[in-house]
């Protein structure tokens, strides 16, 4: 079992789905939560075999699929993914067992599945074409749900989502068959492993000047065309329009996964793709991409602020918060990219706790619009706890989850640029500004809307699928050594890998070497006749 | 010298003819201008020693290809003025007049022939004739025997699309328009 | 004043353009497939005057199987023109735009 | 020891947690009850390991377990008591003890009693945890906790627009000040590779004075916030929008001063920069003098004991920088006593009141209240000043530290403060409880307080008299952390008179209050008086006119800012440029598919127009190949390389 | 006077025929069958066309194991020439047809099934493609190409209603003018070398160093002209929509298919060899055709209201997008455009047989054409297999990942990456961000909107019989495993390409 855990992981999901479809409409959102509980328990099973100890990949899985052009089906998994694993896992659990009725349950139900396998299917897969087949097919069961199950302008979300990050990853594709090309002139063999390309050293300094800004520095080129593609997924700023119509037109399930998983694929992939393959290229671009991240943090909390839909506050300060994660991944050392990897988990359940609690009032009052709410903590009181509690996690309250990953982020940061991280920082002004005036709005006051007089408080299902969450958020802050460790003895390869490949003394000097001896798993690849 | 006169005639007459050919808004005059152009042509095809393609042409193209035209003519009743909206003729003229002054200009350059070997040489002492049937039934027989095949599909063609067949369109009916259709022919064969 | 193979050529790109002229400005398609019947034709001088100045058979060939297509093309031409005779009662090709766009 | 430490820690938690389970619920005694115990434990165990500290002088360190381990970074919660801790432990726990016993009184007919209880012991655990911890990132976490807890406390009466506005303005702006105290934390890591107190100050006098500084700087900032130091200033007024314990414990006792507990506790840092020090030093003394003259003509009784908090922490800054920590911290100590006991106070007249706040409106409550007439009156003569109660050893001595330092015209507006003190202070005993009893127009029958009330606060009534005389057992205890600096004048001479001065000057500024304002005839200003038509009255009413700068300068244009930001740059900009590109390809779509007109005609002539351009392509580049040098030629000449 | 000539049987190697031979004999058979017995089901036609079709199959199978031991092999007066490529093209144009003709057992009756005629002209048809590409005597090319055009206009016609006619008209008076420029085309070539065999025609070129190259751009315009037009590359496309919607959905699926792959083969071999002399112009031209068409027609389809017209439109993108592999020239390119070109066909003819299995023959009163956009609305709700079916379809086409078109489209990106055509690769992945607009508009129709013109639902599975639903079936397979076959069809392919010289 242990052998094939991983694709298990990935297609039970789906099989379960195909099978779905012979299960009666009533009954479906048990089945579909019996599978989602399946994949969480396996996940966690997979969470409890890792050894946290081992910094490469574990429970690898190779299976040719193209060989002759170098495609093969190679499956791993390492700190960096395992938790956004996890992750996906139980959202999809939380997200179909908390489902209100819609109509089309049995088609919701069946898509969440196939969407659960698209996106367990991109943290681990170690091809860059099966990365990117996964990559792309997660688009698919997220457009039918936001077009399908959406708000009144769901078709013009669900297509710009679609079609934006679809361009996006088209770049990238041209960026990776560039990437294998390289490989291939290097090694005379095809291959899109990513471990493969791990080895491959790509020169990124003018042979005769010296210079690294120059338009034969091939680095610089392909880490643009990848970085298209992960950025418009992120979404950095100015590519992240998409994000708020998506969210603001997504049904609660769609947005809580969009924010929870689904933004995650592009820091993930920044951390998988770009900085071990590009070392050189991330240090050339490491400032203006800070401060692209910088802009986004503070524009973005702006715009949170003026927003008058409160979901629309949460899906820009998920814009935001991803700007602190990708400043802490361009950190480029080990705090910095372990607290983006942490904050990524941290930010997936706190906003996917966030969309649900909108969720909660949007399936009440058939609005999300706060000035038509006010004093809800009159009525709701459990209701406004975990928000409160959510938001605070949100603003990044120490010894809530998001904290961890914040301050390791900024700290990372800061011994790259003390003044940007200064910048950066006012993510905690500005984060509770937006989100404490929301929070007033909906909360506090009297309650003056008849309409709220008699809101019910949140039903057991609801609680059942908060509530967790609050212990996660609360408990990942206390105590993140469970997810830390894993994550930075990885995250430690990684710089290491980028501090070997760097070939510019400027980025030899900002990828601090960890010195220890880091292993690549190597793989092997057939020979292209 | 002969030849040039008779070159520059005969070039002269099919420009003509062709001309009138497509610029006439007779169909009449038309179809007898481009039938005149097509013997003009054939005389071409006897000046460069062409004589089988010459009487081909004569053949096929003053004998078959006109006579379908001159009854196509008859059965659409185009002998009457054409009635021809006309576009732009600017553009109609600007972009012949372009092409043909583009390609002559290239043309008026005199093509290098030095290492041409003549694949099939033309034989001295025997007839066109010969020769060609020659070179067709040995190189050519299978390009012979697919212009068989194309002139088949014509005529199915021709047969399919120009006959009864065509009539009724089983497509615009319905199921049982069909059946109907059928149990009359079924009557008319029984009857 | 030898005539040469470039006054073949020439002739017959003139006539391939008075073809080209017919082509573009006829609206009635009998009289257009007439128009393309010049095209073959103009093509048919400079294959036989190619094949005579270089002693060639070749062209004559392709010359005699140009004929045989557009006779051919005549048929099945005629035989399209006179399914929509049938239904239209006439040839004219601007009545023809019922696609567009 | 340890075992009493970690009671001490974690009691409160236990007590708000229990509090918590019935926070949704009606009142119930006993959810105000167990915490207040529990808290009781806590200030017990505090005590044994007072005494323990006083007895072996033994640091008691432990480290709990590992909070956050990324690369070279370590971060445990780890929690250490000693001289300092202890000390700020003892006051804390005292105080909340004596708050959470007067606010089951207080709080009595409160719908959200339960919900009070679970919020103020969370604060009492988040202070511990501020004062406890051994690293600065433990202290963060207690840090940004009572930012929280204050948050809930100051918006408790959620349903009113003030309260939670002013809970969202003290937030927002500690976290302002929070940043600053981020980026020193990071400072410090970058620069020792610790957060451990121990640790980093051991690698401080290696680094040079530039990033000392920052990191003085830096710290200070947040400091400054916590502890509402000018510009920072304008939540901690506002804040008193809060229940009364509240603003007695945390705006008064404990939280604001925990921007003095850091520059104590960060004194290794301190020493090593002085012009930092001096720096707050000044700032410190300017806020005292700048916060009492708002206090000066204000008429919202809390905000003028939020002054004087604002004022006295002034005092504890400028100790603090001259480096005299520990009478910055003894004065700390003090001040969390009678102030504590000042503001339970005004929360006794403010229940007898029916709330009201304006001291105008009220007069001679001293025959209904005579106790907290009683309690008021020492706090407030112990907070002038006056000999022997507790605020004389403590700011004495700080006037002392800045004449000593030949500081001083830090000393003169200190000493000038200390007189505007006295008069603040009595102007409002003054104006509550002697005069008429003016609040009988506003039909108001006033009651005194509960008995247990009083009772619950007599510990600080007496600590408010007696405080003074720990001042050498503390003073032996806590040098043995802190610089054993003794202030003494060189001359005997000068030190009396500096003393007597000091005492006349409170003296008369008592009586100047008492005689303008314990008279029969006050009328309740109305706007119409002389002095209301002052400039400086209205500049101190309107405190300098600093909140409606703010709103005007900073939260106006940040609002309008966000809007255009998101109606104009965001929709506007981004957003229908990439609309705009989408649409630029469906739009030449719809605008050219006419081309394609369905016409055979118009096919035939695009057939031969493409061909006409291939053929001029053909033409051209073959001219080109034939004539190479021409074209290179004619190229030069058009100026083409 | 003449020899007589002698020549041995053997040398002429007639079996290299008899994959070209075999559909006309069957063709034969049909009429004389028709003849002696008229009035016979249009089964019985369509089971011996399968027949001959797999005995088709049988004999190129055969050629592909005397390619792969002994290389090309020449037949016939060197005029059959039995290649790789050609074999590979005979594959796809026999194979393709095999699941083309079950469509015609539709349920419901279409004019032009009813009469054998139409399966016999269809096998010539297919006998003309075969002919095409396994020879590069430009006679028997354009002998071969007008056989198969010919057919193929009687056949839109056939259909039998005004758009039919239409359609076939048009595609016929532009083909009459396209085989002029072939003819002129051929003509050039044939003044400057004497020869109409493409592969002397190269070396009497590459031998004078191309002197003469004004000839040589205009002969390569002519015929770049005549083969853009049979390609639909811009700006010789416009009969493809009109064509495309006049004809059956079937048909359509058809021709968008098997003609090109004839036409791709004839220009890889005309082509091919002026761009690896160097030959700019062409490389110029064909880079600026190939940009136009992927992009013209991609912003045409965004505007279309009829499914089969967007799809028309589409596969001229696609067209497009596959014609690059001739401007790079490389192995990797020529062995992605049949690949591609492979995967293709699994998709478009499944998209099309979608279209096929909807038809009506009465339209709704809302309906402005057979297809039209506003028909498939709601479909998800009335036939959810349909509609997922269709939508796989259209994310196929779109190149998403895993389905068939992707793996042909990172083969050819990758080719335009090696072959040193950056731009290109952009441009052709940015051409694949618009196509993903149109074809998500059908999903959008299907899957989000509510039912408009067909409530019930059942239009939308009328025509279907279970021939059709196997073929769409066999489609579906094709499409979502394509992973699977990928491997084995890009060696095959590859090996075969590499081995003629390509």
Known sequence: MLDHILSILIFFPALAGIFGLGVAKDSMRAYGTAVAFIEFALSLFLWFSFDPTVSGMQFMEELPLVPAFGINYILGVDGISLFIVVLAAFFTFIGIASLSDTKNIKNLIITLLFLQMTMVGVFLALDAIVFYLFWELSLVPMLYIIGAWGGPKRIYASVKFFLYTFTGSLVMLVGILFMAYFYYQATGVWSFAILDWYRLILPAEDLLTGDIWHMGNYQMWLFLAFFMGFAIKVPMFPFHTWLPYAHGQAPTIGSVILAAILLKMGTYALIRFLLPLFPDASVMFMFPIAILAIIMIIYTAMVAYAQEDVKQVVAYSSVSHMGVIVLGTFALNVEGISGSIFLMIGHGVVSGALFLLVGVIYDRRDTKMMKDFGGLAHVMPRYATIFGIMMMASVGLPLTINFVGEFLSLLGFYQQSHILTIFAGTAIIVGAIYMLSAYKKMFFGELTNEKNKNLPDLNKRELFALVPLVVVAIWLGIYPKPLLTPISNSVESVVQLMHDKATTDEAKRRIPSIAQEIIITKTSTKEMH | MFEAIAFYLFAFLTIIMFYIAVTTSQALYALTALAAGMIFISAFFFILGADFLGAVQIVVYSGAVMALYAFGMMFFDTTRDLKEKKGNKYIVAGLSTLAAILVVIIFSAPIVGDNIKALYPVVEGAGNTQEIGLVLFTKYLVPFEVAAVMLLVAMIAGIVLAGKKMDASLTLMSEEEIQELEKEKNKEVLS | MDIGLNHYLVLSTILFSIGLVGVMRRKNLLMLFLATEILLNSVNIAFVAISHYYGDLTGQMFAFFVIAIAASEVAVGLGLLIVWHKRHNNIDLDTMSSMRG | MEIFLYTALFSPLLGSLFATLFAAKPKLLIAGIVPTLLLGVSFISSSVLLAHILSTGQVVHVEMMTWMEAGDLYIPFGFVVDQISVTMMMVVTLVSTVVHIYAIGYMDHDKSFNRFFAWLSAFVFSMLILVMSDNFAGLFIGWEGVGLCSWGLIGFWYYKESATWAANEAFIMNRIADLGMLVGIFLIYSNTGTLQYTEAFAALPSLDNETLTWMGIFLFIGAMGKSAQFPLHTWLADAMEGPTPVSALIHAATMVTAGVYLVIRANPLYDLIPQVGLFIASLGAFVAIFAASMALVNRDMKKIIAYSTLSQLGYMFAAAGLGAYWVALFHLMAHAFFKALLFLGAGNVMHAMDNELDPFKMGGLKKTMRGTFIMMTVASIALAGIFPLAGFFSKDLILEAAFVNHHYIIYSVLLFTAGLTAFYSFRLIALIFHGEQRYKIFGIHPHEAYKFMLVGMSPLLLLAIIAGSFKMPYYEMVTALLPATEYHVHSVAVYWAMTIGTQLLAASAILFAYKKYARNNIKVPDGSSAVEQTFVYKLLINQYYIPLIYEECLIKPYRTLSRVFWKEIDQKIIDASVDGIANRFYSTGEATRDMQSGNLSTMLKWMVAGLVVLLSLAVVFAFAASHPDDIKLLLSGLGVQ | ?502
Do not use: C
Not at chain 5, 237 to 247: I, L, M, R, T
Not at chain 5, 337 to 360: D, E, H, K, P, V
């Open chain 5, 1 to 502: 006077m003449l020899e007589p000539i002698n020549i041995s049987l053997e040398s002429l190697n007639l079996t290299t025929l008899s994959p070209m031979i075999i559909p006309v004999i069957g063709a034969l058979l049909i009429l004389i069958i028709d003849i002696i017995k008229g009035g016979l089901d249009k089964t019985l036609y369509v089971m011996i066309t399968i027949l001959v079709l797999l005995l088709n199959i049988g004999a190129i199978v055969e050629s592909v194991g005397v390619f792969t031991s002994d290389g090309t092999i020449m037949g016939v007066f060197d005029l059959v020439m039995v290649d790789g490529i050609a074999i590979i093209a005979q594959l796809i144009i026999v194979v393709v047809s095999l699941l083309f003709v079950p469509l015609a057992l539709s349920h419901k009756r279409f004019h032009e099934f009813s009469y054998p005629e139409f399966f016999a002209i269809f096998l010539f048809m297919i006998s003309g493609f075969e002919f095409m590409v396994t020879t590069d005597n430009l006679i028997l090319i354009f002998v071969s190409l007008e056989t198969a055009s010919l057919a193929l206009y009687t056949l839109i016609a056939m259909h039998n209603r005004d758009k039919s006619f239409e359609a076939a008209v048009k595609y016929f008076t532009l083909g009459a003018l396209a085989a002029g420029f072939f003819s002129f085309g051929s003509m050039v070539f044939y003044a400057l070398t004497g020869s109409i065999e493409i592969n002397q025609i190269s070396e009497v070129l590459a031998g004078n160093g191309y002197a003469d190259i004004g000839f040589v751009l205009v002969g390569t315009a002519f015929l770049l002209a005549a083969l853009g037009f049979k390609l639909s590359l811009v700006p010789f496309h416009a009969w493809a929509p009109d064509v495309y919607e006049g004809s059956s959905a079937a048909m359509a699926g058809y021709m968008s298919i098997v003609p090109r792959i004839a036409m791709f083969v004839v220009a890889m071999r005309m082509f091919e060899f002026l761009i690896h002399s160097g030959v700019v112009w062409l490389e110029v031209v064909l880079y600026i055709i190939i940009v136009l068409t992927m992009t013209i027609a991609n912003i045409w389809a965004l505007v279309q209201t009829d499914v089969k017209r967007m799809l028309a439109y589409s596969s001229i993108s696609h067209t497009g997008f596959v014609m690059s592999a001739i401007l790079i020239g490389t192995t990797q390119s020529n062995s992605a455009l049949f690949i591609y070109w492979i995967l293709f066909s699994f998709t478009n003819l499944g998209a099309f047989s979608m279209l096929w299995i909807s038809r009506q023959k009465h339209l709704h009163k809302d309906q402005s054409s057979d297809h039209s956009f506003n028909k498939f609305s709601g479909m998800i709700q009335t036939s959810p297999t349909a509609a997922v079916i269709m939508a796989l379809f259209m994310l196929s086409l779109a190149g998403l990942p895993p389905f068939a078109v992707f793996w042909g489209k990172i083969y050819m990106i990758s080719s335009a990456v090696t072959g040193g055509y950056t731009v290109l690769a952009f441009i052709m992945a940015l051409n694949s961000a618009i196509a993903g607009y149109y074809y998500l508009k059908l999903i959008v129709y299907m899957f989000m909107k509510e039912p408009e013109i067909n409530k019930d639902g059942t239009a939308f599975v009328s025509n279907a019989t279970l021939p059709l639903k196997t073929i769409i079936g066999f489609a579906v397979v094709g499409t979502i495993f394509s992973f699977i076959i990928v491997n084995p069809i890009l060696e095959f392919v590859t090996a075969l390409v590499y081995k003629s010289g390509y």
